[in-house]
């Protein structure tokens, strides 16, 4: 939500325009009275002065067991001078995608660039070395305090945004059945204004009157973002909003609070004008030489790491009959086909001849293939993709060519997904349920459009990050 900023002073913010909704939202730090600049800067010196206590006294305890107090101190300022040097690097880096990122994300690069630089001092300065299982567990409990006091201080700064919204047809209600099944979104609407609603949509929100007496409206509630949501009379609608100006408020369209709320794009909602708005006149591309060296570097490290499991994985394939390696044909960039591998997690008669949609406890996996989905072992084989330049290694899934006809005619903008080179896992993969229908494409589309959006190494570095824990917790294919 950082992309929404106020214009005005902390003055502006009226507490008599609070709703009833808002309680057991926490409240800002004393003294800011709102203001999202001052919270932010106290939002930094909180997280700055927690880091350098827990890390710094956590580091020094650790390193104490086992060297005199002296080394012990000077290792520990090493160490805690390292952490929250790169702490900060990473939080600048990813302060633009603070939704995608989180605490955990920045303390756990914090942490992996923390131990290549001091392992790299140690072997250059013996008397700083510390030694690798020392080192381990110092990185742990530092990911651990970052994440985890980092995490603790937004929460408590957290500030939601007064939303009034313009229009209420049937996208706002979509939009507050998203905004209900996402608690952390940051958004409070206040108010709805239109000549006409529904009664079922005014039972929900409050209403706030017509389009005519709009300024008045946003005067009267002082709302942090007005938000359009309709079609008819947007001319008369904006002179309202000139009139208003002063009142100290930003105003967003549909799409794009959907972007900073939810991490996706309403894709009911897209035209054909504001798609190539986005992708030709406001997106920047991550440089394609950047990302192909990303992929090959994170395909190599991949191989190396899951080697010594291929042979757990092929005596549980080959326990049924037929294949280790499964080929299937799919879609790639700009509509290519290639063939995709995986292990076969599925018996050999799987499809008898039909493409069929995969499903979650699909009844076609194979002893132990189950494990492989959950995992996503069945999916190392895809770094060979890779290194071919078939696929990369962040991107959307890549989709059977047997279903191409079906999705262009049934989903909407389907076909932008193949701007892209597809990926092993990616921004849909780690926040959507699986798609089995066209419905469930629907929903990861709308994700893969926010990724086309917003790709960068750094939104990659990201996604492989999250991509980790989502298979230790053994939340992949079910």
């Known amino acids: 939500m950082s992309a929404f900023h106020r214009a005005d002073s ?45 890390v710094g006294i956590a580091t020094y305890s650790i390193l104490r067991t086992s060297t005199s107090v002296t080394d012990s101190v000077i290792r520990a300022a090493l160490v805690t ?72 201080v937004r929460r408590a700064a957290r500030v939601p945004r007064s939303v009034l919204i313009i229009g209420a047809g049937s996208a706002t209600s979509k939009f507050l059945d998203a905004l209900a099944r996402e608690p952390d979104a940051e958004l409070e609407v206040i108010a709805i204004v239109d000549d006409q609603i529904d009664e079922s949509l005014s039972t929900r929100v409050r209403y706030a009157g017509g389009l005519k007496g709009l300024s008045g409206t946003i005067r009267r509630l002082s709302p942090d973002l007005v938000v359009i ?63 192909r060296t990303f992929d090959l570097v994170v395909a190599v ?48 008669d799987a499809e008898k ?30 770094f060979w993709n890779v290194l071919r330049g078939d696929m990369s290694i962040v991107g959307p899934r890549p989709e059977r060519p047997e279903f191409l006809d079906q999705l262009e005619s049934d989903v909407p903008f389907w076909t932008q997904r193949l701007l892209l080179r597809p990926g092993i896992t990616g921004w849909a993969q780690i926040r959507a349920a699986y798609a089995a229908d066209t419905l469930g494409t629907v929903e990861k589309l709308s994700y893969d459009l926010w990724y086309l959006r917003h790709r960068s190494i750094a939104l990659d570095t990201i996604i492989c990050l999250k991509t980790l824990p989502r298979m230790a917790l053994l939340r992949g294919a079910r």
């Open 353 to 382: 001849g039909q493409a069929q949609w995969a499903s979650q406890n699909d009844p076609r996996v194979i002893p132990g293939g189950r494990w492989l989905r959950l995992l996503r072992l069945d999916e190392l084989p895809q």
């Open 301 to 348: 490290a991949g191989i190396i790491v899951l080697l010594p499991l291929l042979p757990v994985i092929v005596v549980l394939v080959k326990r049924t009959p037929g294949p280790l390696l499964y080929r299937q044909e799919r879609v790639g960039e700009n509509g290519r086909t290639f063939t995709m591998l995986k292990f076969r997690s599925m018996r050999r």
């Open 81 to 152: 001078g390292v952490w929250l040097t790169f702490a900060h690097w990473a939080g600048q880096v990813f302060r633009f995608m603070t939704f995608a990122a989180g605490a955990f994300v920045v303390a756990a690069t914090a942490s992996l660039a923390g131990i290549a630089t001091v392992s790299a001092v140690g072997y250059w300065v013996p008397r700083l070395a510390i030694d690798h299982a020392t080192l381990a567990i110092v990185s742990t409990v530092s990911f651990l305090a970052i994440g985890s006091w980092d995490w603790f």
């Open 10 to 54: 902390p003055e502006s913010v009226d507490s008599a325009a609070e709703p009833a909704s808002s309680k057991g939202v926490v409240r800002p730090f004393r003294g800011t009275h709102g203001d999202p600049a001052a919270i932010r800067t106290q939002v930094t010196r909180r997280q700055n002065a927690g880091r350098l206590i827990f």
């Open 229 to 291: 949501a309709v079609q008819r009379g947007r001319p008369e609608v904006f002179g309202e909003l000139l009139s208003a100006a002063d009142a100290g408020f930003q105003v967003v369209g549909l799409p794009e609070l959907y972007e900073f709320a939810f991490g996706r794009l309403p894709v009911d909602e897209l035209t054909a004008a504001w798609f190539m708005s986005v992708l030709h006149a406001y997106n920047r591309p991550a440089n394609r030489l950047a990302k």
